[in-house]
């Protein structure tokens, strides 16, 4: 008997594998993404958020205290959505963990998401900009205000990224919202190691090509990996039902 590939409408990769060195001070005990928030773990927002958006199948790309995770995701979301875990053996880089993940995709795009930031766009605006266009990726960008942690990204008026610039003190800018659409078959295709930086080898150098889109949100966006944001966070997202309406 020959085993159907399933058809998922929408699938998510969620990086969670990192060791959360900054956020050590306020959660000693815990991976990053498990970080208590407004009374549930982080991860809860960013995989809620994607069920939401019609997501089917999530793959989890783990690494640091990935037990811990993998419980949590079972036992929360079994069920609900398809569940692929995945462990990462030695640390790969946000582009080697991507592209480890990508693997276990089932169809031709899918979305990246990292388990310790929240960027409440659209799926569907992300994936609505890119019919015409044959990219590698189109990634969401949040608009900003007096901000320096951040790099800064330079969109042409087709949507098309032109640069990245390094982190600055800005007064307005558009960053690097952190989740991503992305063509599986060019992703994989790209001369890559097995360890790389998804921001640096990937985004920074085919964005000179021509080949790297963004969509503008101003959706919610919150990263919690200082103690400053993670404190904000708990406040924010106390009354999430807000912060979710499209």
Do not use: W
């Not at 939401?52 to 790309?61: Q, R, T």
């Not at 993940?101 to 795009?109: L, M, N, V, W």
């Not at 959706?219 to 708990?234: L, N, V």
């Amino acid at each position: 008997m020959i085993e159907q590939t399933p058809n998922y409408k929408r699938e998510a990769l969620i990086l969670a594998g990192g060791l959360g060195t900054r956020l050590k001070s306020a959660v000693p005990d815990k991976p990053k993404c498990l970080a208590p928030v407004a009374g549930q773990p982080f991860l809860d927002f960013v995989v809620d958020h994607a069920i939401n958006n019609g997501v089917e199948h999530i793959v989890f790309c783990l690494g640091y205290m990935a037990s811990l995770i993998e419980s949590h995701v079972q036992e929360r979301y079994s069920g609900h959505v398809a569940i692929t875990i995945v462990l990462e053996e030695g640390a790969l880089g946000t582009g080697g963990a991507i592209k480890n993940g990508a693997t276990y995709i089932k169809g031709d795009r899918f979305i990246a998401l990292n388990g310790d930031s929240l960027f409440a766009i659209a799926y569907d605006d992300l994936e609505m900009s890119d019919v015409d266009q044959n990219l590698i990726a189109n990634i969401g960008l949040k608009p900003m205000v007096n901000f320096e942690r951040y790099g800064t990204v330079i969109l042409d008026d087709k949507g098309i990224i032109q640069s990245f610039l390094e982190k600055q003190a800005m007064e307005s800018g558009l960053i690097n919202g952190g989740t991503y659409l992305i063509n599986k078959e060019k992703f994989l295709n790209l001369e890559l190691p097995e360890k790389f930086s998804m921001e640096k080898d990937v985004l920074e150098v085919y964005s000179s090509q021509n080949q790297i889109g963004g969509v503008i949100s101003d959706a919610y966006f919150i990263d919690i990996g200082i103690p400053e944001d993670f404190e904000r966070a708990s406040l924010d997202l106390a009354n999430h039902t807000l912060i979710f309406q499209k």
